[in-house]
């Protein structure tokens, strides 16, 4: 397994996509083992780390290329004015899910974004709701549950494994990945959205660390490279508006001191609204 950028069409433009090999790894050998291995192996992959940094992304555009079905358990699955009626919804899409294999023979994967923000202990003031309870406990007898062929891998993402119910997490129901990319990771996927060298995308990932760490700002994700990009984007569909050019066929390249200066002026903007919010 390698680190692997693949590319798609976008409005006539190429887009490639950075896939990290230690998210490859992760993915391939959790739903391989729940389909495959005969040895007991926990159902629930967490992949845990900052926001903003792609592990979403990531997870579903890997499991895209492998050919798996994604079963999405969305936020509004997961809480309602009728005690009872989201455990039903979830149980319906999971079952549905064991349906679709069994007549495609396609892989499936349940995937739940943010998953301690939808049932995790955010501190003392914190209360489970009795939905929240139910889908616990419906998720607890999955995870213990021998008969594996009747089951479905399920992969959470979130950014604090620490506030879920604790023996979910444990180890025997819940495998673990952590992501928090590295200079080089990070740099290798800001050279997916802009068009420059590994090298040069290096240097603007270190420059813009040391320029947030100097003025007590954090570092930027990459969430923040994909806003950038389409900023500078806006400006030049903007720009070419007022020149009267509104051909489809945009071309855009912006150079290395442009996106470098745009990138301090927005960590700079999003300082203030940060400020003027607090305020």
Known sequence: VVNTCFSYYVSMHIVNIYISKEIQKAVYTHVFKVYESEIA????????????????????????SEGYGIVDMTADMFEDAEAGNPIKNIEKRYLA???????????????????????????????????????????????ESTAREEYIPIIFTGNDFTKIYSPLTRHGRMAYCIWNPTLH?????????????????????????????????????VAFYKQLYLSLLDEKIWE??????????????????????????????????????VQ
Do not use: H
Request: aromatic share 10%; hydrophobic share 35%; with cysteine.
């Open 41 to 64: 192996c926990p159902l629930i992959l967490g992949i845990f780390g900052p926001s903003g940094e792609g592990k979403t992304f990531q997870c579903r555009k890997y499991l895209e």
């Open 97 to 143: 899910a064991i349906s679709t294999y069994q007549r495609t023979r396609q892989r499936q994967v349940i995937i739940i974004d943010d998953i301690d923000t939808l049932i995790g202990n955010w501190g003392p003031l914190y209360q489970y709701t009795i939905n929240t309870q139910l889908i616990i406990q419906f998720l607890m007898n999955l995870t």
């Open 185 to 221: 990771e990070k740099s290798l996927i800001v050279s997916t959205i802009f068009p420059f060298s590994e090298t040069e995308c290096e240097q603007i990932v270190s420059q813009l660390n040391k320029y947030a760490s100097k003025n007590n700002m954090s570092c930027p994700s």
């Open 240 to 277: 070419n508006k007022m020149n009267g050019e509104n051909n489809t066929k945009l071309v855009f390249y912006p150079s290395f001191n442009e996106v470098l200066d745009a990138a301090k002026l927005l960590l700079n903007k999003e300082r203030d609204i940060s400020k003027n919010y």
